[in-house]
């Protein structure tokens, strides 16, 4: 039985590689019937074959250099390696929530705490915008610049949650 079955996997991996034009259209007509199935098993699998997926991204990087680089510097590349720099920081908020913010980061031009003019220039300026969390919640708390994040300046400007205006006596 196992030899049976062995005989019949090598066969379809063998039919399916001679005919891969018929199996890559038989499966975009099964994609477009069922593509939540799909994406589910898809999901599963990488989930399942996290080392396989890491060795399949390093070997394309690096045998495609240039379009790593032109994909880093468009505006998909860098929404794709900010949210997943948020990501691993510990930020935890939804896929919806993520655009809004990603789209807030994106246009806001003040700081939220000490008001100076927002720049995005990646080097890490002392104006460069940051999305602020609460490393308690994870939830995201304000855009703010790189010194009022870094040095929790925002604590001066914000009591209570409420910006300036806190009649309460500022926390040590």
């Given at each position: 039985?196992?030899?049976?079955?062995?005989?019949?996997?090598?066969?379809?991996?063998?039919?399916?590689?001679?005919?891969?034009?018929?199996?890559?259209?038989?499966?975009?007509?099964?994609?477009?019937?069922?593509?939540?199935?799909?994406?589910?098993?898809?999901?599963?699998?990488?989930?399942?074959?996290?080392?396989?997926?890491?060795?399949?991204?390093?070997?394309?990087?690096?045998?495609?250099?240039?379009?790593?680089?032109?994909?880093?510097?468009?505006?998909?590349?860098?929404?794709?390696n900010t949210l997943s720099?948020?990501?691993?920081?510990?930020?935890?908020?939804?896929?919806?929530?993520?655009?809004?913010?990603?789209?807030?980061?994106?246009?806001?031009?003040?700081?939220?705490?000490?008001?100076?003019?927002?720049?995005?220039?990646?080097?890490?300026?002392?104006?460069?915008?940051?999305?602020?969390?609460?490393?308690?919640?994870?939830?995201?708390?304000?855009?703010?610049?790189?010194?009022?994040?870094?040095?929790?300046?925002?604590?001066?400007?914000?009591?209570?949650?409420?910006?300036?205006?806190?009649?309460?006596?500022?926390?040590?």
């Open positions: 039985r196992e030899r049976t079955l062995a005989k019949k996997r090598i066969s379809t991996k063998k039919y399916r590689e001679q005919n891969s034009e018929k199996e890559k259209e038989r499966n975009k007509k099964r994609y477009a019937k069922y593509p939540e199935k799909f994406k589910e098993n898809t999901r599963k699998w990488r989930e399942t074959n996290k080392e396989k997926v890491k060795g399949y991204k390093k070997k394309y990087r690096e045998e495609n250099p240039e379009k790593e680089k032109e994909y880093n510097q468009s505006p998909a590349g860098k929404k794709s720099n948020w990501k691993s920081r510990g930020l935890d908020e939804t896929e919806e929530e993520m655009e809004r913010l990603y789209e807030l980061w994106l246009t806001q031009e003040l700081c939220s705490s000490c008001e100076c003019i927002l720049t995005r220039t990646g080097n890490n300026c002392s104006t460069d915008a940051c999305l602020d969390h609460s490393h308690v919640t994870n939830r995201f708390r304000q855009i703010c610049c790189r010194a009022c994040n870094h040095y929790d300046n925002w604590k001066k400007f914000w009591v209570d949650g409420v910006f300036g205006g806190s009649k309460l006596p500022r926390p040590p």
